[in-house]
T-cell receptor, first 112, second 115 residues
Framework: ETGVTQTPRHLVMGMTNKKSLKCEQH?????MYWYKQSAKKPLELMFV???????ENNSVPSRFSPECPNSSHLFLHLHTLQPEDSALYLC???????????FGSGTQLSVL | DQQVKQNSPSLSVQEGRISILNCDYTNSMFDYFLWYKKYPAEGPTFLIS?????DKNEDGRFTVFLNKSAKHLSLHIVPSQPGDSAVYFCAARGFSGGSNYKLTFGKGTLLTVNP
């Protein structure tokens, strides 16, 4: 596998469920990101990890919890989400923080 | 307040002609600009970038122009091909505080290239 891989591609969950999104990058990059894309809105940065340390948390509600166990893997743990959290969640990586991003295919999340 | 604006939600062009996608920004401290292309059901793909110290960068059929005085950049695709049909996002890099970088994206422009 090459590039940035995200699983699952699609996820439907109820408001009381707990689920996790997974991201893996095979590029040897040092920085990883979570972005949210809602309909008709720009991409919104959620979290940045640089060398496995969280360096940015863009005022994201605590029902979203990121985890970066190593430089190749990034998780987004979800719990008690709201219907307005339905969106495309994109993982990205870059060689270093601030460099060009390489995106995964995203997880299309629907919260019922 | 949107710092990166793509005012045209969509653009339709004939195959073989030039496509020009526009982007305006408000923050004069942005130092690096990027264009991404996104197909349905896929993540955005990096296309081309330009540093604020340059006014033009070319890569094959793709050229990005930067006009700092007007805070405007554009992506030219020539000749346009049907496979270029996608959503194009403009992004700008700036500082979000201290030494923290942040990419700010526009809402995107849907380009349709007709055969």
């Amino acid at each position: 596998e090459t590039g940035v891989t995200q699983t699952p591609r699609h996820l439907v969950m109820g408001m009381t469920n707990k689920k996790s999104l997974k991201c893996e990058q095979h590029l040897g990059h040092n920085a990883m990101y979570w972005y949210k894309q809602s309909a008709k809105k720009p991409l919104e940065l959620m979290f940045v990890y640089s060398l496995e340390e969280r360096v940015e948390n863009n005022s994201v509600p605590s029902r979203f919890s990121p985890e970066c166990p190593n430089s190749s893997h990034l998780f987004l743990h979800l719990h008690t989400l709201q219907p307005e959290d339905s969106a495309l969640y994109l993982c990205a990586s870059s060689q270093d923080w601030g460099e060009a991003l390489f995106f995964g295919s995203g997880t299309q999340l629907s919260v019922l | 307040d949107q710092q990166v604006k793509q005012n045209s939600p969509s653009l339709s062009v004939q195959e073989g002609r030039i496509s020009i996608l526009n982007c305006d920004y408000t923050n004069s401290m942005f130092d690096y600009f990027l264009w991404y292309k996104k197909y349905p059901a896929e993540g955005p793909t990096f296309l081309i970038s330009i540093s604020s110290i340059k006014d033009k960068n070319e890569d094959g059929r793709f050229t990005v122009f930067l006009n700092k005085s007007a805070k405007h950049l554009s992506l030219h695709i020539v000749p346009s091909q049907p496979g270029d049909s996608a959503v194009y996002f403009c992004a700008a890099r700036g500082f979000s505080g201290g030494s923290n970088y942040k990419l700010t994206f526009g809402k995107g422009t849907l380009l349709t290239v007709n055969p």
